[in-house]
């Protein structure tokens, strides 16, 4: 079966600093894998999705950036946070046309 | 503008009551579609798929899909307290390749005992 991880759970940053939040897929060979952000009851942003190791696609930035080092990994970090980075992220997986599985998220808040 | 709009914005139901969500699309191109459920504090889960006109029934879930109106409904029969959250409708294209499914606005639906 697979399994999504992400990490970490929660954080609470500053304005300014940087962030490296991350997403591992466990028992999928070469997964689509998907970045979303999402304010407090809001809907699904899409932010970057990635088919192959070391190819990123970006759909809305957000003064954002993604990396994928390796087939079961996924990374989403920024050098500078602002205060509008505050939110849920999610990281997701697709086989080639069926649904979507998403993780757990991280909830983050920056002050 | 948001390709998937979903309404209502919130629902208020009473336990054992019916909840009817609506999803329409503006893209005629989509073809395949999904409800999702997501919980406070958790990640969406898929709850079901419906790719046919015509309904699609699983326990108190049951689906319709109506291509031509480009319509997806979804009602909740005899809701639970567990069934408050908010619910996504998400649709496809047939050749989406690697692109993610584009999500509805949402719906929050709330269940009073």
């Known amino acids: 079966a697979q399994t999504i991880h992400q990490w970490p759970v929660a954080e609470i940053k500053a304005v300014g600093s940087p962030l490296s939040l991350g997403c591992t897929i466990k028992?999928?060979?070469?997964?689509?894998l998907y970045w979303y952000w999402q304010a407090t009851g809001g809907t699904l942003q899409q932010l970057f999705y990635?088919?192959?190791?070391?190819?990123v696609e970006s759909v809305v930035q957000l003064n954002l950036s993604a990396s994928r080092p390796k087939d079961d990994q996924f990374i989403l970090s920024t050098e500078k946070l602002l205060l509008s980075h505050s939110g849920f992220y999610l990281c997701a997986w697709r086989d080639w046309v069926y649904e979507q599985y998403f993780g757990p998220g991280t909830r983050l808040t920056v002050l | 503008q948001q390709k998937v709009q979903q309404s209502p914005e919130s629902l208020s139901v009473p336990e054992g009551g019916m909840a009817s969500l609506n999803c329409t699309s503006s893209?005629?191109?989509?073809?395949y579609f999904w409800w999702y459920r997501q919980h406070s504090g958790e990640g969406p889960k898929a709850l079901m798929s419906i790719f046919s006109d015509g309904d699609k029934k699983e326990g108190r879930f049951t689906a319709h899909l109506n291509k031509a109106s480009l319509h997806v409904s979804l009602h909740i029969r005899d809701s639970q307290p567990s069934d408050s959250a908010l619910y996504f409708c998400a649709a496809s294209e047939h050749n989406q390749g690697g692109r993610a499914l584009i999500f509805g606005t949402g719906t929050t639906v709330s269940v009073s005992p």
């Open positions: 893209d005629r191109n989509f073809q």
């Open positions: 028992g999928k060979s070469s997964p689509n």
């Open positions: 990635s088919i192959t190791v070391g190819q």
